[in-house]
């Protein structure tokens, strides 16, 4: 094969185009080359291409995938031809004061993030809606354990990691936590915050559909429809008295922090992860954050640490939680569209294409 499949972001409600991108006849070294197995749908990309924030075009979009690996640039200590894998959205220079120094390498200074790159910028094979994508030299890269299916994997590389990440950065002490949001984000949350023990975690959301899955990833549904939400507001604090000690913000809407700020108690931990658009006001003032000594921390994707963690994580729970449940059936990538319609239904938390 001479060249991979593509599918092109040309900017907001414009349909994803087909195209084709040259494969280079020798890699760089330290690059590798990967066949897409199968990608899954972001929410981020939802964002993208809803015109909810702006990237560069045009681009290849999609960042969470399973790939095989076909071409390596020389030599890279325990990795192989054939080798299934997933990789750090994002490439870090290593070297910078935010890589060496703040322990941000997600926010590296030169950072490179696939997904989100244009066509223009190296060989063009950046994101995962195509048959293949090289991986740039220094790129953190995760070895899928044997079994587990490209669906289950996929969204770790971003949801999950995410998770771990916004996990690490929390009081060491929780016996209760509300998570905001039963998405991707928010049904791993509960899944993690359970295995750590943590003895009360509630999920809000006013989707029923995915409030049925709450229970099932270690969580108590709250529906937070207008009707249901006075008699749901006393049972978290039947719960939890004083207040949750932890709040994860993961639904992407900011109108629901005045909600957290309620539930949480004072001297409480509130972590910001799923608003990541500009639309996103706060409904707050700052004597409320005073007042209730709070804590906000904002979590923007992860370290590569975040991104094993994850997949180890995954491994660990398999059969503790119904993973598979998340993902819809693979659409063929040449019917990306119809993935994207999918997606906007809300129906799965994760839709997944494959070439």
Same mark, same amino acid.
Not at 55 to 70: K, N
């Given at each position: ?10 900017? !907001? ?38 015109? /909810? ?33 997933? &990789? ?16 941000? !390498? ?7 993030? @696939? ?72 049904? @791993? ?39 249901? &939400? ?28 005045? /909600? ?8 409480? @931990? ?17 004597? /409320? ?12 994707? @992860? ?42 239904? /809300? ?7 494959? !070439?």
């Amino acid at each position: 094969m001479s060249s991979a499949q593509v599918q092109i972001f040309d900017g !907001p409600d414009i349909s994803l185009r087909s195209d084709t991108i040259e494969l280079p006849h020798q890699l760089e070294t330290g690059a590798v080359l990967v066949e897409i197995l199968l990608a899954t749908i972001c929410g981020s990309d939802m964002h993208t291409i809803s015109g /909810q924030r702006s990237e560069p075009t045009p681009l290849v979009l999609g960042h969470e995938a399973v790939g095989r690996v076909v071409a390596i640039g020389g030599t890279i200590d325990g990795l192989a031809v054939d080798d299934r894998i997933t &990789w750090t959205i994002a490439d870090s220079c290593g070297a910078c004061s935010y890589c060496k120094e703040y322990a941000l !390498p997600e926010k590296c200074e030169r950072v490179f993030k @696939y997904g989100h790159a244009p066509v223009t910028d190296g060989t063009g094979l950046n994101g995962c809606y195509a048959s293949h994508i090289i991986l740039r030299p220094g790129t953190t890269v995760v070895k899928i354990p044997v079994g587990m299916p490209d669906a289950v994997a996929a969204p770790a590389n971003c949801a999950l990691s995410t998770v771990c990440n916004a996990v690490s950065r929390m009081p060491s002490t929780i016996r209760s936590a509300m998570v905001q949001g039963a998405g991707m984000l928010g049904l @791993y949350a509960c899944a993690y915050l359970k295995e750590m023990g943590v003895e009360h975690v509630f999920c809000s959301d006013i989707n029923i559909e995915r409030l049925s899955l709450v229970a099932d990833f270690g969580g108590i549904p709250l529906d937070i429809r207008e009707e249901s &939400w006075p008699v749901n507001r006393a049972n978290v604090f039947r719960c939890a008295p004083d207040g949750v000690d932890v709040v994860l913000e993961m639904a992407g809407a900011s109108q629901l922090v005045a /909600q957290g700020l309620e539930l949480m108690r004072t001297g409480g @931990y509130y972590s910001f992860v799923g608003m990541v658009h500009p639309n996103s006001p706060l409904p707050v003032t700052g004597e /409320q954050i005073i007042r209730k000594c709070v804590t906000i921390q904002g979590i923007h994707n @992860y370290s590569p640490v975040h991104l094993q963690q994850g997949i180890e994580f995954l491994e660990k729970t398999r059969g503790h939680f119904p993973y598979d449940r998340l993902v819809s059936p693979p659409i063929p990538l040449s019917r990306i569209d119809e993935a994207v319609a999918l997606a906007r239904t /809300q129906k799965f938390c994760g839709v997944a294409v494959a !070439p």
